[in-house]
């Protein structure tokens, strides 16, 4: 892709508040692999080599995630002097169905999340996650199910479903109980 196009494109994306709006964009623009139906894409941010990323349907993601395709660390091997050529590694991502990658959590290369997943802010994907998980942290690890969280919240809803949640009193007491 020419440098132009892709510099116009990411400045288009950052006019569009609307992260519906944005992943629509993007889907109709071409840019990765795949791009699945009713996604969201909150980040400015596109990946260096959007053609390596490849993201299914109901899949949101949140503000400042990062993809990393590729590094650049062949690039200190060739400037030591090495009679060696050291090619870029490129790698690709594939996100499942019914992901939500949270805030500012970084996806590296060869890695794919399975179906079913949420990825809590801040996390470093650096291997393959198996469906129906929640992982979190730095590298990331499994730390739930997706089965439970799902329960809590349908009880949630179900508690909570006759409270006009836009009230500050009903606000208060919903988060601030005991």
Known sequence: MKNIKKQFIILRLALIRNPKKRADYLKKKNLFKDFGNNCW????????QPKLVKIGNNVKIATDVLFMEHDIIHDMFNGKNSID???EYLG???IGNNVFIGARSIILYNTKIGNNCVIAA???ITHDIPDNSIVGGVPA???GNIGVLEEKYREYSK?????DLH????????FWRK
Do not use: A, C, N, W
């Open 141 to 143: 690890k499994v730390i």
């Open 41 to 48: 894409y909150q980040p400015i941010k596109i990946p260096t």
């Open 122 to 124: 801040g996390s470093v």
């Open 85 to 87: 050529y050291f090619r």
């Open 159 to 163: 508690m909570y479903s006759d409270y």
């Open 92 to 94: 690709t991502i594939t």
């Open 167 to 174: 009230d500050d009193k009903i606000l208060e007491t919903i």
